[in-house]
């Protein structure tokens, strides 16, 4: 009797259950047909950058970091394609756009040579390597890699021309192809690794050492601050902006650390400081004078590291270079000062020295310190040019890990140069006005042209409050030319005109 009970009971719960589990779903149905949930594409982290909603450090942003609010509506899609739209009307601009006669052989760095004998031709069509692509160039440079239309490409005056139909190819060679090997680059104070890919081409790579919008310690001095891979990246960006174009192309990426640097190196050293951190993430520390040990380790998130990828240049024994003090070096000391900051008149004896006393070279250097004093570089010791060309060339703006150290003060030393010479190019001038403008604003066409490196999709390469300091700066340096103008009426005193066709 006590059984029967027991199972009518059981039967009865089981039948609750049901009719209690079928109304639950009646309720969920009615309550989706109600407020249905917002349907949309999602959008492509490769052809459109996203927004910053995760952080360096892995945490999620809130409505207050850097300004913005979080996540991407329509109104900020616009603005994108807006500020893009400044970018492209900035490179379509006459400024940029100066017609110039056809270069003669002697201001191309290298050139292929129209003959070889077959048995040249053998050796570089099958001298290849395991690992490596095939090698099947010819003279023609539709079979030539990227880097190698890059080092072809450049000529006396500069890197890499102006809409350069190359440069795409070059970049995503970097951003995307395997890397075979890595080892640590020789020189230099901080970390650095030499990547190789299957094309034969290298980059050099500096990693994230520093967040976006951490500001270098002001107890440190310029010549003990951290080398950052942003800075990199945010340099070649604006050096092109300029119409400079003398920072070698770099671009943003994520590295596996054991899979593209551990995995592939050759480097003995380097491997035996790898070690895995108490949380389990991979990190080495390689060998360096600064910043090398295990309390500066370069760690992953366990294993992805961000890192700046810089196209390397011919190698020295096809194109030597001459490295040549800066007049207006710092003295690195914590206790003395260089001569030109004690001496106000100190310009004119460096006009009176070779190379500065002809030709563009005192100009060259104006541009430079205009570039260094924008993204804030005090650590500019050296330059360097391309021997072939003797003291008739541009220099290269080289190793700018520096820059882009303090966004909320701005340090007037860097102008120094500008401030004792009072002198500086028409053409850069101009660009230098036309940047002021609202339709071509610096910090606008900085946001859109850093937009399209790949890091873009996790956070913005630089932080709002360094894109206004450009506009600061940029206004500091229009107030020098000024002053200079006031100082000299003979206008020609101060500006070198560079571009006496252009009416503009």
Known sequence: MRVCRYRRLQGVCALLLCVSVVLHLLVALLVLSLYPPPCGPLQSSV????????????????????????????????EGVAVLSKLEALFSHPLYNLHAPPSPDEDWLLRVRSKETAEQSLIWLCDSKEGFDPIDWNTSTDTHPPWLRFHLGISRWQLYQHMDSNLPALVEQMATSRIVSAVQKTGGTQLKLLMTFPNYGQALFKPMKQERLEETNVNLYYFSDFERHNAEIAAFHLDRILGFRRVPPVVGRLIDIIKEIKDVTTDHKLARTFFNSPVGNSCFYGQCSYYCSTEHAVCGRPRALEGSLAAMLPDLSLAPRRSWKNPWRRSYSRSKLALWEKTPTYCNAVKKTPPYDRGTRLVDLIDMTILDFLQSNMDRHHYETFEFFGNSTFLIHLDNGRAFGRYSKDEPSILTPLVQCCRIRRSTLLRLRLLTLPQYRLSDVMRASLSQDPLAALAPVLAEPHLSALDRRLATILQTVQSCLLQHPQHSDVIYDDIPDYKG
Not at 51 to 60: E, F, H, K, V
Request: proline share 9%.
């Open 47 to 78: 052809s459109q950058p996203q927004p910053n909603l995760t952080s360096a450090d892995g945490t999620r942003t809130t409505s207050t970091d850097m300004g913005h609010p979080v996540g991407r509506g329509k109104q900020d899609v616009l």
